[in-house]
């Protein structure tokens, strides 16, 4: 996984089992002296609801929220690194829960988060998925969908791709965009060598209004001559 990515991001502040272990040491050790100072003033501690289901399909944006979900519902009920692993595998099925069978279930106690969840991308995703993506990305286009959905896909593909650079980003929307947009946006004199992102993306929202409300006016009037 690319270290600039959403999911390089989530994996880098994940613990490993070290860390982790040393974390809950520290925390044990304070324990006793806050005791009675909690139980003075208690208040109602939130629970994190339970995890959705991973069944270990190939998609970087449930991979990256079950990740996200479980790390918050392993820290809201203060379960112990040891168990960590095995609390995960409630929550998998599938190819995903076949990376815990084949791998990790002879030891659990010895799997840290960050172990655990690269293992698990590894297993449950292709090699190559990154070069898919890029791929993907290289490919795409507005192909008669609005600006917003169009912009919404590129921002989602950036995420997973990983770095690039804010001139990058800018060419990829610009030339994306349906031929008509490009040219509008000549015309009121942007340019993808000096514009920026957000420039691009909300003129380009704003032509395509007009466009559409164009069309409706040319609409209206047509009806109002065949009456």
Known sequence: VEAGSYLGDAFG???SGDALRKSQESSSSTEVANAT??????????????????NGKADARQFHKFMMQMKEYLNGYGIEQEACATAISNFLSGQAYAFFTNH????????????FFVGLFNFCFPADYRMQMRDKLDQCTQRGRTVREFTHEL???FLVVGVMTEQERVDKLWYGLEGSIQESLWQQLLNPATSTWDEVADRAEILEIAARAGARARQRSGRGDRS
Do not use: F, H, T
């Open 37 to 54: 100072a909690s139980a003075v003033s208690r208040k109602p501690v939130y629970k994190p609801p339970r995890p959705e289901i991973y």
């Open 104 to 115: 990790v279930s002879r030891n659990p106690q010895a799997w840290g988060l960050r172990e």
């Open 13 to 15: 502040k994940l613990e």
């Open 155 to 157: 921002n989602e593909l």
